[in-house]
């Protein structure tokens, strides 16, 4: 059995007011992945987050959350929350501190953590998003951009084993949208899973190791990456843009025999460096 | 509104503790208002005035601009001191003026005069002083005085909330008018009044709507309590020239008080 945090038994969930979000899903979030959730708009992105974070009860079905039922009462809830975080899409909607530093130091004080360490949290998770100069600004008088940095360092600095982010990037300009994925990637540590629901694809692309695709509030993906981005109808159906790697890569293979070997690259380096191989061994040809 | 946490956040008063300012503010607001004495309520607005304006640098227009609130709200409220009615035909001998109608006589007596003068100077000087206080400290530099001071501390997040809020309203407000405007929401008198309704009801939904969320994302951050503990404010010591200010002005304001 592979180690998984959260598995999901024909979890549904129903709105009172009687949208059907979240159609009889069963799946597993396994330890140490880096997920990327993907799907339409309304395909249950965010209700499954909720889920995931017990803010809302399964109308049918258990979730599981390191193979022992969620329990909703308040310590049980407590000790799920200590351990999932959720970026939320609306960073407005997270902040409520007078300040940044104040903002990021809210979760940390919750945590029974003595001061050294919530200092030294609370400074690093600064200090990855590069809000230092920031610290003592406000939380109104930022912007749309700077609010989801804020967003992102409150959650990373309680050390959460999942981090979940609801559209982090869509508020987020070019080089802080790349950036998100380096601090990530700073995050990155054998036990912890991100998930990551997006409809930039080429920003998770090289990042994500494992998708989960939504469709009306039911699962139609679950697994590694080629599969998926190969299979058109699929894409189509859960309107997922192809990321360009792939839709390069498909081009060459069909363009000449010489490239219809090439194996899907899951980054650009990768693609480049089968060219230049393929390349090297046909000049040794011709001479 | 928005700017008055802007200047909170950036004057010159911003390194002087917490705590002094409040003392500062307080005392001289205890003072002038138990004393109801007219030097004391012109002395005490001389000082915050100049405390406000050359020491914690407020661009006089700002602090001009803001005290004319209060200035329209106290003037309003005298009119109603000074000026009598009576329904008899009895005229007062020491009246400074009067106005018979057919029903009724309008008159102002000296003695009113004086007394609206002296709660009006006392109520623009109290307000100078609470000025002070709100144009140099933000409110999360309060909350842990408060705390020491015994407030219960679900009153301490109640006003650390609400305060939050009043920004998420204002923002708001601001949005959506500015999304009526776009589509000439305000073009005409009978326009505008539909506009203003629908502002208001929107206004009232979303800010449930953001109720909603923040109270998810608090869960989410398993936040229970909010009052951020000392030690991770900025250490502020007490400084000497605010002390040395304010045991001036109490001198000569209870100077004041005996001449």
Known sequence: MTASYFSFEHVSFLYSDGTQAINDISLTIPVGNKIAILGENGSGKSTLFKLLMGLERPTKGTILFKGKPLKYNKSGLQQLRQQVGLVFQEADHQLFASTVKQDILYGPLNLDWSIEKITSQVDKAIALTELEELENRPIHFLSGGQKKRVAIAGVYAMEPKVLILDEPTSSLDYYFSTQLTDYLKKLDTDDRTFLYSTHQINLVYEWADYYIVLHKGKVIYVGERDALFTNDALLQQAHIEKPWIVSVTQMLQNSDPQWGNIAMPHSKEALVAQIVALQKKEDLISI | ?259
Request: glycine content about 2%.
């Open chain 2, 1 to 259: 509104m928005l700017n008055i946490d802007y200047i909170a956040h950036h004057n010159g008063l911003q390194k002087v503790a917490a705590g002094q300012k409040l003392l500062l503010s307080i005392g001289a607001l205890l003072i002038v208002t138990v004393s109801r004495n007219n030097s004391v309520a012109l002395w005490t607005l001389l000082v915050m005035s100049s405390v406000i304006v050359f020491y914690a640098k407020i661009p006089l227009k700002a602090y001009v601009t803001l005290m004319l609130a209060p200035l329209g709200f106290s003037l309003a409220g005298i009119v109603t001191i000074v000026v009598s009615i009576s329904f008899t035909n009895e005229v007062n001998t020491d009246m400074l003026w009067h106005l018979f109608t057919p029903f009724a006589t309008l008159y102002i007596l000296p003695s009113d005069v004086d007394r609206a003068i002296n709660i009006f100077l006392v109520a623009f000087s109290a307000s100078s002083c609470l000025y002070l206080l709100i144009l140099t400290t933000p409110i999360y530099e309060i909350s842990p005085i408060l705390l020491k001071c015994k407030v219960p501390t679900i009153v301490i997040e109640l006003i650390e909330l609400i305060y939050r809020f009043i920004f998420i309203f204002l923002q708001a407000s601001m949005q959506l008018y500015t999304a009526q405007q776009a589509r000439l929401g305000y073009k005409s008198y009978k326009m505008s009044f539909q506009s203003l309704v629908l502002l208001i009801s929107v206004l009232f939904r979303s800010i449930f709507f953001h109720y909603e969320k923040m109270t998810l994302a608090m869960k989410s951050r398993n936040i229970e309590h909010f009052i951020i503990p000392d030690v991770y404010l900025l250490k502020k010591k007490w400084q000497r020239l605010p002390l040395i200010l304010f045991i001036v002005y109490v001198f000569v304001a209870i100077g004041l008080i005996f001449v």
